[in-house]
């Protein structure tokens, strides 16, 4: 026999290699937008302090004569556009999953499953076209303000967008818990609602929760929609009825029209820095949940 | 034995998809007394017990023709709700399957979502359904501890404590001993005997001397065809068919 030049045991360690190095590219890119944001934003406190960005009530970059460049009001808004879609998306999202995994004919399920990934298909910037045109105006008819363009039609809209995540993530979860425990409880007399509430969400709880944080993550870091949908008044946040600005709307508006390597410049890259560390422990708790969850099946 | 018939089914045939999995079955199982079902596995003994509380209607696709009936009405009737049925005829699983739950919670859960309310009386009923599946002693002083962390005999038994709470007429065991270790087994089957008094049983098993312990009544399944039905004991001794014959003496399944 001749000796291949590659042997087997080479060719192991090369495939092994390459996926290592694969890993070592999406660790270095995430570091590197990491370091990014970071060596952006630190010039932005040269001339404002850290304690000014975390508790002013108020961004005004512009005023005439004292700027002040305060994050709460977006972060605030964003946390609010983000809990009001949260708040519609978990339970409608759940009742979805449960809905699809136990209750729904096969037919059903066979236009449902499809229907929920196309949904997260559409483009954001259609999602906050429907927000001007469709539901801001029933906003503003139900409750009588001016365009209907704020927090609350900016949380329907993420709820609409996180929805897809949150139902088939928790649907994933819902199937994968055995078939044993279904069937225990049905054979005492339980419903199938009852089965499902009662014996698979918790049973799922996990995967679900990791469901609703990615949906979550998705919800916080969205930009596109938020900026058509909530109005952008640049003040502090007091009703999901009037207008807010998030952190990404913000990013998004000024960092178009901002003049290069001011102060207001890098305080975006301040506020990008925010977004980016939120959006990461989030997905870290996900994350962490998930594999607990596997871990356990 | 004089005793009444509880459930019957007549000319039963049942389909996975176009599989035919159990042929022109007809059988009656008897009130207060224990039927067995025996036979080489893949015959349809599962398949079978699983119609009697309308289990395998959850199947995809599956399709069930002639007529099962308890008290002389059929478990299909309009009025006749397969949750309701599922009160009155319980189930005792293969492997073990407690739910991820307390061991009281695991008992409560069948009460609750038969709508009874009364904590004190749910207490009362956990308990008692506990001492009639002889577990009470051995989980006692731990029934908020985890199910799940019980020794598979030991689930087995909380299954047919839970199975007991919500007191049903006809239980169904599913070979109750296939994955229990010898003590376990015999445990379960003397509380097999034991509730023989206040239940009608069925009893599916591939343990011919289980059947031949636990039976009043067996009936042997071969290829899905009932081959032979018969007391028990003529079954063991006097078997009429060459095929009943061959399985008991061990010279196949
Ligand atoms: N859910 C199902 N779908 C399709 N075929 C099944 C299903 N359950 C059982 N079968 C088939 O039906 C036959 C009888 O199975 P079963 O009733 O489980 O036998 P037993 O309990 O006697 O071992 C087998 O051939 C099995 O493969
Ligand atoms: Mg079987």
Redesign the pocket.
Known sequence: MIKPFITRKHQEKLIEWFFFLNGIVVVAILAGIFMLLLMNAIPAFREVSIAHFLSKPIWNPDAYDQPTYGLLPMLVSSLMVTVGSLVVAIPLGIGTAAYLSDVASPRVREIAKPAVEILAGIPSVVVGFLGIVLVGPVISKLTGTYNGLNALNGSILLAVMALPTIISLSEDALTSVPRSYEEASLALGASRWQTVILVKIPAAASGILAACMLGMGRAIGETMTVLMATGNAAEFPHSFLGPVKTMTSTIAIELGEVAYYTTHFYMLFAVGLILFIITFIINLISDIIFHKHTRLQ | MANNIRMKAEHVDFY??S?Q?LKDITLDIYDHAVTAII??????????I?LLNRM?EL?PN?KLEGVISIDGESIVAEHMDPVDLRRKVGMVFQKPNPFPKSIFENIAYGLKVNGQKDKGLIEQRVILSLKKAALWDEVKDRLHDSALRLSGGQQQRLCIARCLAIEPEVILF??PCASLDPISTSKVEALILELKKDYTIVI?T?NMQQAARVSDFTGF?YM?ELIEFDKTEVIFTRPKDKRTEDYITGRFG
């Open positions: 996975y998809g599989n999995t036979g080489p596995s893949g015959c349809g003994k599962s398949t079978f699983r395998n199947v599956s599913d070979e599916v591939h399944f899905g």
